[in-house]
């Protein structure tokens, strides 16, 4: 984190000294920007992501909790949320990836939305 400051300009050190895997850090960087990622809000270690694909990366990078990632933010995923709330679905209690929708129209862009790799089931009210 310390280069990376330092490259911008707003840390004037000789050098660096950290426990954290520089070389790591970088490819993790490069891999994201690839993916469509910027720094979040200038931040180290936390991301912005405006495609699914970079947000999905960006998650697997903080799960594994090696303090490299921080926090991911995507903006795709809150347009979806919006998009699924507007047509009636709620997350299923529990279970990621999981919704619940009553109607058919609603039922209809989860399955849009699953089809395309951002959800894991789309459930329906079972009818009594």
């Not at 405006?50 to 921080?70: F, I, M, R």
Request: net charge positive; glycine share 8%.
């Amino acid at each position: 984190m310390c280069n990376y400051y330092k490259k911008k300009g707003e840390l004037s050190v000789t050098y660096c000294v950290t426990t954290a895997d520089q070389f790591k850090y970088a490819n993790i960087e490069n891999d994201l920007t690839a993916q469509g990622c910027s720094n979040f809000l200038g931040r180290a270690g936390e991301y912005l992501c405006q495609t699914w694909k970079g947000a999905q990366t960006c998650e697997d990078y903080l799960k594994k909790k090696d303090g490299l990632v921080t926090r991911c933010v995507s903006v795709k995923q809150a347009e979806m949320d919006q998009d699924l709330k507007k047509h009636g679905c709620t997350p299923f209690p529990g279970r990621e990836g999981d919704y619940i929708c009553p109607t058919a129209v609603g039922f209809k862009t989860c399955e849009n939305y699953r089809i395309d790799g951002r959800l894991k089931i789309c459930r329906q009210p079972t009818k009594k």
